[in-house]
Nanobody
Framework: TVQLVESGGGSVQVGSSLRLSCTVS????????MGWFRQAPGKEREGVAT????????YYGDSVKGRFTISQDSAKNTLYLEMNSLKPEDSATYYC???????????????????WGQGTQVTVFS
């Protein structure tokens, strides 16, 4: 199994930036796809960004393209999400996730992931 722990959430003003972190541990030998997802109250879970951890290719949801950046630091076993130009509609609980099996498909689709962190809250206010 893969263990994921998110951190870095908080309450910020519209237009500001925030960086989320996800520490990764456990059996990651067969995992090559990770991502960030978010869910606001009363709404379905939304794909934010994903990354092929073996090759570095990244994919983003339409609502965050040009504003968010997903990256990784293999030496620190950490996944990041840099969020810029934050909007009130970005407010949600953000989850780090991983596909524990080797995959040739790594899109920001929640159904692809089978390991999840506990989530970290992000609130953007005017």
């Amino acid at each position: 199994t893969v263990q994921l722990v998110e951190s870095g959430g908080g309450s910020v003003q519209v237009g500001s930036s925030l960086r989320l972190s996800c520490t990764v541990s456990g059996d990651t030998d067969r995992s090559n796809c990770m991502g960030w997802f978010r869910q606001a109250p009363g709404k379905e879970r939304e794909g934010v960004a994903t990354i092929f951890t073996d090759r570095g290719s990244t994919y983003y949801g339409d609502s965050v393209k040009g504003r968010f950046t997903i990256s990784q630091d293999s030496a620190k076993n950490t996944l990041y999400l840099e969020m810029n130009s934050l909007k009130p509609e970005d407010s949600a609980t953000y989850y780090c996730a991983a596909d524990s099996s080797w995959s040739d498909f790594c899109a920001p689709e929640a159904s692809l992931m089978d390991s999840w962190g506990q989530g970290t809250q992000v609130t953007v206010f005017s």
